[in-house]
């Protein structure tokens, strides 16, 4: 079956710094998602984006469906940015194929 | 505030029991999801319903069953329960009719096998 990969799978970093957290998979996709899980369990969503660029606000993430990876940015980390951060595709079948997930730590 | 509702937000319960875990989607959205998520699994998609029916399964135990009633909302029943069974169950909603569309998830039930 499909294979996610995300990398790198923890990243610490001091407010205010920016980061790329990569996704790469190994089939096409019909459906690509992040999502932030926040220290309380919460899974919400950011981004629905099988391809091109999307942004909302620090937040922006690009999916090269071609190459089959997605990045996303965050720039001007907060501490409310820390949590897990998981990449989902669905190849076909309506199932959600998750990650591993990029644990970021945002110190203050 | 993704518009999912999911009860109980806990539940602890013993070896060899019975639970429901009950989801109502978003208003307006016909297609559920429940998901998995456990330590050494990670997130993990068990079983879909669309209107109803059931449209899609993944790594569902046999132990485990679902069904979505025609007000829309959907139950998870977990029976015979393991240790193992410990994990955040999450339910989705989607108005997936056809073509892939964002999913959103409820807040999770943790559930706790002692």
């Known amino acids: 079956g499909i294979q996610v990969e995300q990398s790198p799978p923890d990243l610490i970093l001091q407010e205010g710094a920016n980061s790329t957290l990569r996704c790469n998979f190994s089939?096409?996709?019909?459906?690509l998602q992040w999502f932030h899980q926040n220290p309380w369990g919460q899974l919400i969503n950011l981004f629905y984006?099988?391809?091109?660029?999307k942004q909302n606000g620090r937040l922006s993430a690009t999916t090269v469906a071609t190459e089959r990876y997605s990045l996303l940015y965050i720039s001007s980390s907060q501490t409310t940015d820390s949590g897990v951060y998981f990449c989902?595709?669905?190849?076909?079948?309506?199932?959600?194929?998750w990650g591993a997930g990029t644990k970021l730590i945002i110190k203050p | 505030d993704s518009g999912v509702t999911q009860t109980p937000k806990h539940l602890i319960t013993a070896t060899g029991q019975r639970v429901t875990l009950r989801c109502s989607p978003r208003?307006?959205?016909?297609?559920v999801y429940w998901y998995q998520q456990s330590l050494d699994q990670g997130l993990q998609f068990l079983i879909q319903?669309?209107?109803?029916?059931?449209?899609a399964k993944g790594n569902i135990l046999e132990r485990f069953s679902a069904q979505q009633f025609p007000d829309l909302h959907s139950e998870l029943n977990l029976s015979s329960l393991e240790l193992g069974d410990s994990a955040l169950y999450f339910c989705?909603?989607?108005?997936?009719?056809?073509?892939?569309?964002?999913?959103?998830f409820g807040p999770g039930t943790r559930l706790t096998v002692l």
């Open positions: 989705a909603s989607s108005t997936r009719q056809g073509p892939p569309d964002t999913q959103y």
């Open positions: 208003s307006g959205d016909l297609s």
């Open positions: 319903y669309y209107n109803g029916e059931e449209r």
């Open positions: 089939d096409s996709v019909n459906n």
């Open positions: 984006i099988p391809s091109g660029t």
């Open positions: 989902a595709v669905e190849p076909r079948n309506y199932q959600l194929i």
